[in-house]
C-alpha cells in the first residue's frame, strides 16, 4: 500500500486553483484582448473609407452620391457591409450635400458602425457602443 504525502495533495490543489483561476480571469481577458483588436481594425478601415471619401467629396463636381459611392466600394474591400454604416458629411458644420459647396468651404466626414456588427464573437464589453471612423476634414477644391 501506497501512503500519500502532503506534497502529493497539495500539487492537486494547486491543479484546481489554477484552473479556476484561468476559466474565471484569463478566459475574459483573452475575449476582451481579441474584441478590441478587432474594434481597433475596424476603426481603421473606418478612417481609411472616410479618408477615400473626404477625397472625393472636396472635388468639384461631387455630390453625396458619389461619395457614398466611393465609400461602399472602399468598405466592400475590407468585407463591410455599407448598409450597416452611418455616414456624416458636414459643410462648414452644417449637414449638406457636398454639391453645395464652394471653394475652401471645409468638408467633413465621419463613419460609424456599431460594434455589434464587427465582432469575430458575441459582444460582451463593447454591445451598446458604436465603431467611428476620424473625423476627416478637407477644403473643397476649385
Known amino acids: 500500500m501506497r501512503i500519500r504525502t502532503l506534497g502529493a495533495r497539495r500539487r492537486g490543489v494547486a491543479a484546481v486553483e489554477m484552473a479556476l483561476v484561468a476559466s474565471f480571469i484569463l478566459v475574459p481577458a483573452a475575449y476582451g484582448m481579441i474584441e478590441m483588436s478587432r474594434a481597433i481594425q475596424v476603426q481603421d478601415y473606418l478612417s481609411c473609407a472616410a479618408r477615400s471619401g473626404c477625397a472625393v467629396a472636396v472635388r468639384p463636381g ?43 468651404d471645409k468638408i467633413a466626414l465621419k463613419i460609424s458602425l456599431p460594434a455589434s456588427q464587427v465582432n469575430y464573437m458575441m459582444p460582451l464589453f463593447m454591445a451598446k457602443t458604436a465603431v467611428q471612423s476620424e473625423t476627416l476634414v478637407m477644403m473643397r477644391q476649385g
Open 62 to 104: 461631387k455630390d453625396n452620391a458619389a461619395v457614398n459611392a466611393n465609400i461602399s466600394t472602399v468598405l466592400a474591400t475590407y468585407g463591410i457591409s455599407s448598409t450597416l454604416v452611418t455616414v456624416t458629411i458636414t459643410v462648414n458644420g452644417v449637414t449638406a450635400d457636398v454639391s453645395t459647396a464652394v471653394q475652401n
